[in-house]
């Protein structure tokens, strides 16, 4: 049983951000509009992003039952919610994509991959390609919130270098790698009939 009270405020009143009642006569005229025009937006927003929420959730339930209907016409088993597939109208027009994007964070075999590197960087100072140099500190500098970006640090692996301590670094990094989950994404694109590209329609399905 929820113990939340809905508060009561007495007609003519609005609350503002401190929880305090104010007496509409006290209050701007124009924060009365903003206050009007943001509460609209808002309630909008919400209804709008529920309903994306069900679209993608339907969309995706759709898509894993097409695949395992599919593969029932093979006597095959398949289905789940991993994998990228992507389907297309009859007439190629419309595209809906599903896509899985792994979450990845590093353990700590990357501090011992950082080492090994500026190790490799200290040797080479004499003649290093500058780019490489700079490529490699890119991908252990950290943001914020003290985590690495997982695409700067697999840039590392582009490179063809044979230096013994620098594919000791890579084994390392590989190590590192800690899969921490997965999200989902499905998209809708659009072909343009005069260039033939397809072009997402903007729904910002990720966040919901």
Not at 2 to 14: K, L
Not at 125 to 138: R, S, V
């Amino acid at each position: 049983m929820s113990n939340t009270t809905e508060i009561q405020i007495p007609q003519g009143f609005r609350m503002n951000g401190k929880g305090d009642l104010v007496h509409e006569s006290n209050i701007k005229p124009v924060q009365l509009l903003e206050d009007e025009l943001v509460l609209k937006m808002a309630l909008q927003a919400e209804e709008l992003n529920g309903k994306l929420a069900q679209f993608k959730c339907t969309g995706l339930s759709e898509i894993e039952a097409l695949i395992e209907n599919v593969g029932l016409n093979y006597n095959v088993k398949i289905g789940g919610k991993k994998g990228n597939v992507q389907l297309l109208t009859f007439d190629g027009k419309y595209k809906l994509s599903r896509t899985v994007s792994d979450r990845i964070t590093f353990s700590t075999e990357i501090l011992v991959a950082k080492e090994l590197i500026d190790r490799c960087l200290k040797k080479w100072a004499q003649g290093a390609n500058k780019h490489l140099i700079a490529i490699a500190e890119k991908a252990f500098k950290t943001n914020s919130k003290n985590e690495l970006k997982v695409s700067a640090v697999m840039d590392l692996f582009s490179y063809d270098i044979d230096d013994p301590e620098w594919l000791l670094a890579l084994d390392a990094v590989r190590d590192a790698i800690k899969v921490v989950g997965s999200t989902t994404y499905m998209l809708v694109h659009k072909r343009d009939d005069d260039t033939g590209e397809y072009h997402a329609l903007s729904l910002n399905l990720a966040s919901v």
